[in-house]
């Protein structure tokens, strides 16, 4: 099996190209040396390009979750409203709980989107005063991408003083976020996914105003404490020692995203892989979320004319990887994650050999 293309069609971690793993053979460096605060300093210049923001951009070496809950303990004292329509969205809303905080949902059902007018409705009727909303932007266990820029005006619309969490974990560098302009103030992403990065690393960006709401927190942890990555960031280092070798292949890989590919290819690239995978699975399959809605990096399917798990398995014999359905959805359904750095030729590959394995 060649990795020169991927094989490997899971909603992350997705396939890394051989060149960028290699980057984390590197030669060791220390990280308060001149040379590592080079490489930070052109990461940083980088994520802010890929943000698309002027403000802040961090790394921090966890995976995304860490960031999740850390965005919650920087500012949210008291009250946070968290939007769900999946197992992601959901998880979220047990974090928020388990720092203690007031939290109010809302809720989907799973395979549809957060509803901008539902959102509006309820910030109309609300009680409280919330520091911060969530959302998530995709929702991976369904396939359902949020219309981010909708629900983000809603609530601009409705509060100037409610802060913007985005868990964009499975679609940044994947589908358009444009932090300044649609006015994020924390969005979250882990490298495993959109950014085909081996997993372990989380990428984030943070507004003035989140920084403003950090300063007037007590406590807002150690590890994920944005004051301090904002005091080291801004002399090119990391508060903690980071995972070097994933700086290293994050460097090359925000490189190639920004000067060779380009975002605004990539994000096309995906659009062509959430509609090639639409296309070519309808014979067999329905789609399990919301059409309007469905991700450009990942697809839930139920079959039609086999189960699931004899699909994933034959799949298997042939020598490729899928997603399983997550969750409650296990049994019935099987993912496939069309993102990162798979080309519309592997997917093409893969969906031909798919359409014998399942019927
Ligand atoms: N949020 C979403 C939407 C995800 O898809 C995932 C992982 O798949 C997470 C959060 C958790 O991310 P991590 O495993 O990188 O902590």
Same mark, same amino acid.
């Given at each position: 099996?060649?990795?020169?293309?991927?094989?490997?069609?899971?909603?992350?971690?997705?396939?890394?190209?051989?060149?960028?793993?290699?980057?984390?053979?590197?030669?060791?460096?220390?990280?308060?040396?001149?040379?590592?605060?080079?490489?930070?300093?052109?990461?940083?210049?980088?994520?802010?390009?890929?943000?698309?923001?002027?403000?802040?951009?961090?790394?921090?070496?966890?995976?995304?979750?860490?960031?999740?809950?850390?965005?919650?303990?920087?500012?949210?004292?008291?009250?946070?409203?968290?939007?769900?329509?999946?197992?992601?969205?959901?998880?979220?809303?047990?974090?928020?709980?388990?720092?203690?905080?007031?939290? %109010?949902?809302? %809720?989907?059902?799973?395979?549809?989107?957060?509803?901008?007018?539902?959102?509006?409705?309820?910030?109309?009727?609300?009680?409280?005063?919330?520091?911060?909303?969530?959302?998530?932007?995709?929702?991976?266990?369904?396939?359902?991408?949020?219309?981010?820029?909708?629900?983000?005006?809603?609530?601009?619309?409705?509060?100037? %003083?409610?802060?913007?969490?985005? %868990?964009?974990?499975?679609?940044?560098?994947?589908?358009?976020?444009?932090?300044?302009?649609?006015?994020?103030?924390?969005?979250?992403?882990?490298?495993?996914?959109?950014?085909?990065?081996?997993?372990?690393?989380?990428?984030?960006?943070?507004?003035?105003?989140?920084?403003?709401?950090?300063?007037?927190?007590?406590?807002?942890?150690?590890?994920?404490?944005?004051?301090?990555?904002?005091?080291?960031?801004?002399?090119?280092?990391?508060?903690?020692?980071?995972?070097?070798?994933?700086?290293?292949?994050?460097?090359?890989?925000?490189?190639?995203?920004?000067?060779?590919?380009?975002?605004?290819?990539?994000?096309?690239?995906?659009?062509?892989?959430?509609?090639?995978?639409?296309?070519?699975?309808?014979?067999?399959?329905?789609?399990?979320?919301?059409?309007?809605?469905?991700?450009?990096?990942?697809?839930?399917?139920?079959?039609?004319?086999?189960?699931?798990?004899?699909?994933?398995?034959?799949?298997?014999?042939?020598?490729?990887?899928?997603?399983?359905?997550?969750?409650?959805?296990?049994?019935?359904?099987?993912?496939?994650?069309?993102?990162?750095?798979?080309?519309?030729?592997?997917?093409?590959?893969?969906?031909?050999?798919?359409?014998?394995?399942?019927?």
């Amino acid at each position: 099996m060649t990795d020169r293309q991927s094989r490997y069609f899971v909603p992350g971690p997705t396939w890394v190209r051989p060149e960028i793993l290699a980057e984390m053979t590197r030669p060791m460096m220390g990280h308060r040396s001149a040379e590592f605060r080079e490489v930070f300093r052109r990461v940083k210049g980088d994520l802010k390009s890929l943000f698309r923001t002027t403000q802040d951009a961090f790394v921090s070496t966890s995976s995304g979750t860490g960031v999740l809950e850390g965005a919650l303990l920087n500012v949210v004292p008291r009250r946070v409203l968290v939007t769900t329509c999946g197992a992601f969205s959901e998880r979220w809303k047990t974090i928020a709980e388990q720092t203690g905080v007031e939290v %109010d949902h809302l %809720d989907h059902p799973w395979g549809e989107a957060i509803d901008p007018e539902r959102l509006a409705t309820h910030f109309a009727g609300r009680r409280h005063h919330y520091d911060a909303v969530t959302i998530t932007h995709n929702e991976t266990s369904t396939g359902v991408m949020n219309d981010l820029r909708a629900l983000v005006e809603v609530i601009h619309a409705e509060t100037s %003083d409610t802060l913007i969490l985005v %868990d964009a974990v499975s679609s940044l560098g994947s589908a358009p976020i444009l932090f300044d302009e649609w006015g994020i103030d924390v969005c979250i992403a882990s490298t495993q996914k959109g950014l085909a990065l081996p997993p372990g690393l989380a990428v984030f960006a943070v507004s003035e105003r989140a920084l403003a709401a950090a300063k007037k927190k007590p406590y807002r942890g150690t590890y994920f404490d944005f004051l301090e990555y904002k005091r080291q960031g801004d002399n090119d280092g990391a508060p903690f020692t980071p995972s070097i070798p994933h700086y290293f292949a994050l460097e090359k890989q925000l490189d190639h995203i920004l000067r060779e590919e380009t975002l605004d290819e990539r994000w096309e690239r995906h659009r062509k892989m959430r509609d090639m995978t639409l296309e070519r699975t309808a014979g067999y399959a329905e789609l399990m979320s919301d059409r309007t809605h469905a991700s450009v990096s990942v697809s839930a399917l139920r079959p039609t004319k086999r189960d699931a798990q004899t699909i994933l398995s034959e799949m298997r014999a042939r020598g490729f990887v899928l997603g399983g359905g997550y969750g409650r959805w296990k049994e019935e359904s099987f993912r496939i994650g069309h993102m990162g750095d798979i080309s519309l030729v592997a997917l093409s590959a893969m969906l031909d050999v798919l359409e014998e394995a399942a019927q």
